[in-house]
């Protein structure tokens, strides 16, 4: 029995563009219904059980959008789950923007790129399709479940919160929609991005890895689009940048919030288009690729200070993933460390080593503010530092990593005694950062939380000396 072909309005007031939209997606294997006004739209709304809407966001000579708002807040209201996606010119970005805010699955901008409004309208689709009722598992059982349909043996964890980043990998993955993984450094951001790709279509072409936060706002176009010979002086030969190299497959732009704003304007217009110049050479390429970004800031909050581009954001975080730290999912913790400890003694060839039972308690309680990658070093340099078979608490604690990392980690409570002054206070704090650490400048200011000379003129002040 031939499944029936997915019903697909589309709602422009050009006639051109809705018929070559309409024999498009005929192709392709859609139904489509045109309609060249919003009203006329919203009369068809429940004649047909429709999977996707094509929206223009203009039908006045002004060009103000208004009218595409309100038909898209009409629809979403009507049919609230049914995925609409936007087609705007360049003129109307911020209402786009505006659309996204309103319920929209995605925008284009005009003109189009049929691929590309083909993968948009498919991704749409494929996001909205409902989830079935949720049987209750164990942690064990859930991670079980999940690796039956996904490829997950990179990621080390059963904690419900990892479940949940693990279920929506497991959702999107097989989509081309652009994934925004925020969370603290040392996470997993890197993990998590190759899980995506590798649970995709895309697993046997390139994953493309870019550090944003290590390339200077002079060398982005050569690093992401490419140069020819001669294009600059020390262009000694071409050169293919990342978005080529990532064609077919995915790109993942690491340290996002470190872009700068000149950067980011260029990045978003690939992104749009699909489309960028090599250096040197006045001839566009396109390439198709799907793009998963990483960033450790919070990136709404760089928006409101202006220090990233709204339409930016809206475009690479359709699907926004929270990785959450390793304080958040203790439980993993010893899983972590055992999985690390397997590792380590296998490639050094140390036999066979274990973790007391006290010790990985003990682990759990730290605060790891470098999360996996954190743990994960502070257990190989114990490892390599130790001949014991069995690490006790103590081999942790006598490591230099931890002390490093630690000291001062936790202080005693400075108590107030009363008739002190502030200055007699402050004498007191600068004296007991001194002492503890031993008379050494660099880290008794950072534990009093100022610079060097800052302490040294508090020195001065109070007359201080390590006799």
């Known amino acids: 029995m031939l499944k029936p072909k997915p019903f697909l309005l589309i709602v422009d007031d050009d006639v051109a563009v809705c018929k070559s939209l309409g024999f498009f997606f005929k192709q392709k294997g859609f139904h489509p219904i045109l309609a060249s006004h919003p009203t006329e739209a919203m009369g068809v709304l429940e004649e047909f059980s429709f999977a996707c809407v094509i929206l223009d966001m203009n039908f006045k000579i002004e060009t103000t959008g208004e009218e595409g708002l309100m038909a898209l807040e009409a629809i979403k209201k009507k049919k609230p789950e049914l995925p609409v996606v936007l087609l705007t010119g360049w003129g109307t970005m911020e209402l786009a923007i505006e659309g996204m805010k309103r319920g929209a699955a995605d925008f284009i901008s005009k003109p189009w790129d049929n691929t590309h409004l083909l993968e948009a309208v498919n991704t749409a689709i494929t996001l909205k399709q409902k989830v079935s009722p949720k049987t209750k598992y164990t942690p064990s059982q859930e991670r079980k479940k999940l690796e039956e349909q996904c490829d997950f043996k990179a990621i080390i964890g059963q904690d419900p919160k990892l479940l949940e980043v693990l279920q929506t990998i497991g959702r999107v993955a097989q989509t081309d929609a652009p994934v925004l993984i925020m969370g603290e450094s040392g996470t997993g951001k890197e993990l998590i991005a190759e899980a995506i790709h590798q649970n995709s279509r895309r697993r046997d072409e390139n994953f493309v890895k870019v550090n944003l936060g290590g390339i200077s706002q002079s060398l982005f176009e050569s690093e992401m689009f490419g140069h020819k010979k001669g294009a600059f002086t ?52 396109s390439a198709d690729f799907r793009v998963i970004s990483a960033t450790n800031k919070v990136l709404p909050e760089l928006v409101q200070e202006g220090k990233f581009r709204e339409d930016l954001f809206f475009r690479i975080n359709l699907i926004t993933i929270y990785l959450p730290s390793l304080r958040e999912r203790k439980k993993d913790i010893p899983l972590l460390a055992q999985h690390f400890l397997d590792e380590l003694t296998k490639s050094y060839g140390l036999g066979n080593r274990q973790i007391a039972k006290e010790a990985m308690q003990w682990l759990q309680e730290q605060p790891l503010k470098g999360n996996i990658r954190e743990l994960k070093n502070w257990v190989e340099s114990t490892v390599l530092m130790t001949t014991a078979e069995e ?40 004296r007991q950062a001194l002492e503890a650490n031993h008379y050494k400048i660099a880290p008794a200011a950072k534990s009093l939380g100022i610079s060097r000379n800052a302490l040294y003129r508090k020195i001065e002040k109070y007359n201080i000396s390590d006799a």
């Open 234 to 285: 020390g262009a000694h030969a071409d050169r293919e940048g990342r978005f080529a190299l990532a064609h077919k497959g995915s790109i993942f732009l690491d340290e996002m919030g470190e872009l700068d704003l000149s950067s980011q304007v260029k990045l978003l217009r690939v992104l749009q288009e699909r489309k960028f110049e090599v250096l040197g050479s006045s001839t566009p390429q």
């Open 391 to 430: 690490l006790q608490i103590a081999d942790f604690q006598q490591n230099p990593t931890y002390i490093n990392a630690f000291q001062g980690e936790v202080e005693a409570p400075v108590q107030v005694q009363e008739g002190h002054t502030l200055e007699q206070m402050e004498e007191r704090m600068v």
